[in-house]
């Protein structure tokens, strides 16, 4: 035992390594986990905080919605770090743990759509299928480049768009490095231009209204997809659409809890909920000695 360095350990806040046996011990429990679009292999991917998020949940399921690697970007150039690593050893894990682990392949990382229908250390690789939530509606859950215009028309022009897309992120983290040593709170360039930008905010809507349609057509519930990197929850026109956001930016993914209700949550949600939680188990003990 060293006493000194476990009283350091617990001084130093709730999310470093000090907390593993306690992540261990009680994570946030969800029936189902859907996220997308990681782009492992670039600079732009938050694979620390997705540990975080990936240490800190558990799920029945969890659906990886394309673009987890970065196959556009790796192409170009090699960038690989350790945290990348982690997360693929993680999902693995988790995988070989009983966790019913789906990966649905997107653009970036179309070179695994060739090992679509194989499983590969226990993880499902699927073009798209259809989840039943516990309350029972069915949801079809894809990446959605399909149904990107741009993307569907031109596949040169997606990759001038990725260009610029890689640009505006490296910026962003320039000007918010920049923005820390001010003082000043994070805040996401392409966020706020995608906000802004009524093209933009066109495209977005587009592809949004195209893959609600797609769940009409098929009859089903609702679409849960990626891909444009906007999380998203809302009725359009009957049809719940669904968007889990990503780990570049947002810091996103969609839950089902065990009544079968969908939400989106937050990299700062869960790290907030998971500090509570250990509060409220605190309290409860506090009152069992008490009675
Ligand atoms: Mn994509």
């Known amino acids: 035992m060293k006493p000194r360095e476990q009283f350091m350990d617990d001084a130093h806040g709730l999310f470093g390594d000090a907390a593993d046996g306690d992540e ?4 946030l429990r ?9 782009h492992l292999g670039t600079t732009g991917c938050q694979a620390e905080r997705l540990m975080e998020f990936l240490r800190a949940t558990e799920s029945d399921t969890l659906y990886l919605v394309g673009d ?7 192409k170009r150039r090699w960038y690989w770090e350790q945290s990348h690593n982690n997360v693929v050893q993680t999902v693995l894990k988790k995988a070989k743990k009983g966790t019913n682990v789906i990966f649905v392949p997107g653009n970036h990382d179309e070179v695994i759509r060739q090992f679509i229908d194989l499983d590969f250390g226990g993880i499902k690789i699927r073009d798209e299928l259809v989840h039943v939530t516990a309350d029972g509606r069915r949801m079809l859950v894809l990446h959605g480049d399909r149904f990107d215009g741009v993307i569907a028309c031109a596949k040169w022009l997606a990759y ?3 260009s610029l897309y890689t640009m505006i992120l490296k910026f962003n983290q320039w000007f918010n490095s920049w923005r820390a040593r001010a003082g000043l709170p994070y805040w996401s360039l392409s966020q706020y231009l995608k906000s802004k930008v009524k093209n933009a905010v066109n495209y977005i809507s587009s592809f949004e209204d195209a893959l609600a349609d797609e769940a009409r057509k098929r009859g089903l ?3 849960i997809c990626g891909h444009i990197h906007k999380p998203e929850i809302r009725d359009i026109g009957g049809v ?3 968007n889990d ?6 810091l996103s993914a969609l839950v089902e809890e065990p009544s079968g209700e969908l ?5 700062q949600e869960i790290m907030q909920l998971k500090k509570a939680g250990k509060t409220k188990a605190a309290a409860k003990d506090k009152d069992l000695v008490l009675a």
């Open 221 to 223: 519930d609702g679409v």
């Open 240 to 242: 719940t659409y669904c």
């Open 30 to 38: 969800f029936r189902t986990i859907w996220i997308s679009d990681i």
């Open 24 to 27: 261990k011990r009680d994570p």
């Open 245 to 250: 956001g990503d780990w570049v930016e947002s």
């Open 160 to 162: 001038v768009g990725d």
């Open 68 to 74: 987890i690697i970065d196959g556009w970007q790796l």
């Open 263 to 267: 939400r989106l949550v937050s990299w």
